[in-house]
């Protein structure tokens, strides 16, 4: 499979989210990148978001506080025995894409520093490079990463999005002789088609079309302009509900996040 | 940041009763000012002052823990990770000042159940209320040796007095203390 990639203007992580801090049950700020107000520094931030789940915990025994909030904006929380990944970021990205980016910052933590945790000697110095990781992180393409996060998670042989209004390839992650504008057209119309056959039996708008084949599963969605095109392996034990399912939650977050008018 | 400097980050724990002092201290501490009225501090404050010290930078990290009776369900959650602890009586000669003595020990107590054996200094506030010529310092001296604490600092928050002093001792103590580990 070659590299996914995506034809239109790059969005970056950081065009969706503000900020990021990772800190300990003590409130200490172990790294953090981002916008920040002004005279506001990281450790009062986390303090004050560390009083917060200490006080959640108080209110709901046994619960943990995971989100918060805000007009336009809202931070969303991970926590790891001792230790909190939050992130700052724009109230309409969809809560998938926000697990997905935490997931991978907590993974990348956890699996440099997980050895050396809790920090017992205040000394926080060895994080220092962990923000030059989130750095790079924020500048990494976030639809693009989605995708290939996606297909790899549920299995499949390749992931192509397509902008109909556009007629644009928004993403492609395929061999190469299964991206060509006949066989993104041909999808096109079997949807189209498929939507004239829904309706004669009074099924009403067509989400996806699953079609098994002597070597594939090839599941299409389309959700207003843009459809997916997503293909599985027959050798593969798949569960299609999951196929289907997956591959419509991740169109919805996509749209979601094609939606978003960007501040920055 | 260069390698060969470190970053420390020591979180430190101020209680006591309401109204000794707690909030005054550290403002006076990393800010400088002093202010008459009182406002009652809501759960807890944060606060940090930096030092340079052999070129390493080291933060302390006030968690100004409110004293009253009503933020008691929180205020052990609160400790968690504490590098040290700072437990402020007042000297005045009134109620408050007299209750807040009779407190250090309970102060100690909860602390030590939930932290263990951190270094704690005591802060007898408010010195400048008081002629220091007949002060009695015979229960906190007694208490301190018992408790095995690293100090009793005589303070003012309006005056100045030894603010800079105790700060400065918990700051090279820890500072020294966790150099020597690495
Ligand atoms: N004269 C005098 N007043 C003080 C001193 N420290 C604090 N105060 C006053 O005592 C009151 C309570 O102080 P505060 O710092 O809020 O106490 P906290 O409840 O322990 O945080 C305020 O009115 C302060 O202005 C001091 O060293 N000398
Ligand atoms: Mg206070």
């Known amino acids: 499979m070659e590299k996914g990639e995506i034809l239109e203007e790059k969005k970056v992580i950081e065009n969706y989210v503000e900020s990021i801090y990772v800190y300990d049950n003590a409130g200490v700020c172990l790294t953090s990148c981002g916008i920040k107000p002004e005279n506001l520094d990281e450790h009062i931030v986390s303090g004050f978001f560390t009083a917060i789940k200490k006080f959640g915990q108080k209110l709901i025994p046994g619960t943990v506080v995971k989100s918060l909030i805000m007009s336009g904006h809202k931070l969303f929380y991970n926590n790891f025995e001792n230790i909190t990944f939050c992130i700052q970021c724009y109230d309409d990205l969809p809560n998938q894409v926000i697990d997905y980016i935490l997931n991978r910052i907590s993974n990348q933590f956890l699996e440099i520093y997980q050895e050396r945790l ?12 962990f923000s030059t990781y989130l750095s790079q992180f924020m500048e990494q393409p976030l639809i693009e990463g989605l995708l290939e996060d996606f297909g790899y998670k549920v299995l499949s042989e390749g992931v192509i999005l397509f902008d109909e209004i556009r007629e644009k390839i928004l993403f492609a992650k395929v061999p190469e002789e299964y991206s060509s504008r006949k066989q993104i057209a041909m999808s096109g119309m079997l949807i189209n088609f498929a939507k004239k056959l829904s309706n004669e039996y009074q099924g009403g708008d067509v989400n996806s079309i699953l079609i098994s084949s002597e070597n594939r599963w090839i599941c299409i969605s389309k959700r207003e302009y843009i459809y997916i095109i997503v293909l599985f392996p027959k050798t593969k034990n798949i569960e299609l509900n999951i196929i289907v399912e997956k591959t419509e939650e991740i169109l919805d977050n996509i749209l979601k996040m094609l939606k978003i008018e960007l501040i920055k | 940041m260069n390698d060969t400097h470190l970053k420390f980050v020591f979180k ?23 202010e008459e009225d009182y406002i009652s501090t809501v759960g807890a404050q944060f606060s940090f002052y930096d030092e340079k010290i052999n070129g390493d930078e080291c933060k302390l990290y006030f968690w100004d823990i409110a004293g009253q009776k009503e933020f008691e369900f929180l205020r052990s959650d609160f400790y968690e990770e504490s590098k040290a602890a700072i437990i402020v009586c007042s000297l005045e000669e009134n109620n408050l000042g007299k209750e807040s003595l009779n407190h250090l020990v309970d102060w100690y107590e909860d602390l030590n159940n939930n932290c263990g054996d951190i270094p704690v200094v005591i802060f007898a506030n408010k010195v400048d209320l008081i002629d220091e ?35 400065r001792k918990i700051i090279r103590e820890l500072y020294e203390k966790y150099k020597s580990n690495i």
């Open chain 2, 12 to 34: 430190i724990t101020v209680i006591g009763d309401g109204g000794v002092g707690k909030t005054s201290l550290i403002k006076k501490y990393t800010e400088g000012t002093f």
């Open chain 2, 133 to 167: 010529e007949n002060l009695d310092e015979g229960y906190v001296q007694s208490f301190i040796k018992e408790k095995n604490t690293i100090g009793v600092y005589r303070t003012s928050a309006k005056t100045g007095q030894g603010v800079t002093d105790a700060f």
């Open chain 1, 118 to 129: 809790p920090i017992r000697d205040g000394n926080i110095s060895i994080f220092s490079d």
